[in-house]
């Protein structure tokens, strides 16, 4: 069980007599109703509470459950009041929804202090120490906390708060757990209570008809105290199952990395004394290269500067050198063949990330890509020096290519080991440990975006040099504890499969939402960004359709889209006609299509705050970066939608087509796209592109081709 389920399963609990034992010399709490009514009457006389019309009596049907013994059935307004409202007379401090932390229901640290002549016309509600305070609009937010410390100034409250204070016999803390359970947040939520479209509230006069399940004082105060026992634990429940949740993502990733660390560093195999040491490889590595120098097979290079102490990272075992890459290995070099053979190509996309050591080519005449492209051979290494790709290990050794070359994308640094000595899987694992990767980030250079790793970083680099044997033993182990590695990445997919495999089944029986369907998941993150965005103007149909389509595409999210050409930009209109099925059967939102040149308009429902908590369970790992992109078109930025998404499109479709993707060629093709882009300046497209090249939405040509 989810730990919010657990907290909501304890709460109703406690509401039903059910989370400590009834205690027969408890005064009953028929009797506090009697001792609240003769408290009324003289609060009435001394006139500090209005005398209001009695409220209906409890039926039969409004009853959910039997209490147990010594409980009875109250409505709200026989067991709290409010001071009543006023306009500040002098400086205050002001309570509004944001003054609340509605992740913990506390009151923020922070005062905001307000001068009389600037208080806001919603600064109304009078507020006392002991209070409670519950949010009216929008109560699935639970934005609600007892007052619980004394201010600077005399605290008013926003008329957007229900002030709850209540009468002698009633603890506050009781009343307050009741408010977040179950039985009284669906009462507060539902369709009948909680009225309005984009702000649904709940009013004075349905609050306080709530029934409530109103027990013993005494027995109050031992529910208090069990649940002050069991919500942190609860809490800490709901930590450690995020955590596990991250470890499933990140532990995979962080032993693949101390595996390599470790072997670079010679702590992963044993040393043999008998193993002819690295320095005397180095010097046949040398004769070997003077040899092809001489034999004009390869260019004679300038000499890298001599290694410093303060360069060394860490200690080698012994046996091992320091040496510098670029001493016994050629970089970026060029072949020469016949024009009409086959060689294999490229792009970027055919070259796989992560820990691997793969790629894969299309095959076509030498002629046809010997010009503005990378070359390489079989048994070169070859490494992504552009941004995301190089953090993301896009790094291999080329094989099986046809008559032993090829070419491909510019964006690649080639690693040529003339001699043949050395083992260069060795190398390549080099390649992948997070050292090389931090340190080449520091030498970035390039404008965000388009950031690169230079040449020199690549001839410079301090390679830790083993023994060949040592080498070769090395790359064994390695390849024998990735395969562990591997397991534990099926082993945390199951993890996380299961789980939500049981998250399902839950659901199901609560007929909910089966989140493990891409359609389910584009609607909850759709109901994300309509949320966000519904009180902005220029909010429509196209800014929702393109928010959509750039968080899935940069986030890489598993919505599974298929995006055709549409004039405004990329468009899958066949799971946007799905999404708005399911805001209907799920009482989300109420689609409102638009007549010509209206725009269409999104009502939100009764159930929508449902969609909070499948939100956090298909997006947790991501709601940050979900959050970061989706931040970027806040207010008139929303505006930069259509063009961006767009841009995004034509500049993947160029990837995919392994064509230049320079900015001319990008607006190039989104003019193409339809007459409708016309109506967007250069100047403002050369702008947007360096925009998106500052926030990270930069494609790198994977998925498929948009077309109409």
Known sequence: ????????????????????????????????????????????????????????????????????????????????????????????????????????????????????????????????????????????????????????????????????????????????????????????????????????????????????????????????????????????????????????????????????????????????????????????????????????????EKPLPPITQDEVPYELPQGWVWTRLGDFCSLNPRNIADDDINAGFIPMSHLKDGYNNEHSFEIKKWKDIKKGFTHFKNGDIVIAKITPCFQNRKSAIIKNLPNNIGAGTTELHVIREDTNILIKKYLLLIFKTELFIKNGIKNFTGTAGQQRIGKDYIANYLIPLPPLAEQMRIVAKVDELMKYADKLVKISSNIIKIRESKDTEINSKNNKVDITKAINKRAILNAKIIEKFNNNNIFSAISDEKLIFITEKVLELPLEGKYKKAAAGPLDKNARNEVKKIFKELNWFNVIEGDSGQKEQYIPLDKLYEYNDLYNKCFSNKSQEIDRVLNLFTGQNLSKAEPVATLYAVWNNLLIDNKECSDETIIKGFYVWSNRKARYNKNDLLDLLVWMRYHNLIPEGKGEKITV
């Open 1 to 300: 069980m989810k730990a919010q389920d657990l907290k909501k399963s304890i709460l109703q609990y406690a509401m039903e007599g059910k989370l400590v034992a009834q205690d027969p010399t408890d005064e009953p709490a028929s009797e506090l109703l009697k001792c609240i009514k003769a408290e009324k009457e003289r609060l009435i006389k001394e006139g500090k509470i209005k005398k209001e019309k009695p409220l209906p009596p409890i039926t039969r049907d409004e009853i959910p459950y039997e209490l147990p013994q010594g409980w009875v059935w109250a409505r709200l307004k026989d067991i709290a009041y409010n001071h009543g409202q006023k306009t500040p007379q002098s400086t205050f401090c002001y309570i509004d929804i944001g003054s609340i932390n509605n992740k913990q229901q506390r009151l923020n640290k922070n005062e905001n202090i307000v001068l009389k002549e600037n208080a806001p016309s919603r600064a109304r509600k009078i507020v006392k120490y002991g209070d409670i305070l519950y949010a009216t609009v929008r109560p699935y937010l639970h934005n609600m906390c007892i007052v619980d410390k004394e201010f600077r100034y005399e605290p008013i409250a926003s008329t957007g708060f229900a002030v709850l204070h209540c009468y002698t016999h009633i603890f506050n803390k009781w009343l307050f757990y009741y408010l977040l359970a179950p039985i009284f947040d669906n009462y507060a939520n539902s369709k009948d209570n909680a009225k309005g479209m984009a702000y649904p509230a709940i009013n004075d006069d349905k609050l306080y008809k709530a029934i409530i399940p109103l027990p013993p004082l005494a027995e109050q105060k031992r529910i208090v105290e069990k649940l002050e026992e069991i919500l942190p634990l609860v809490e800490e429940y709901g930590k450690n199952e995020e955590i596990l949740s991250e470890m499933n993502q990140k532990l995979p990733k962080q032993i693949r990395q101390s595996i390599l660390q470790y072997a670079v560093q010679g702590k992963l195999v044993e040393q043999n004394p008998q193993d002819e040491p690295a320095s005397e490889l180095l010097k046949r590595i040398k004769a070997e290269k003077e040899q092809l120098i001489k034999a004009g097979k390869i260019k004679k």
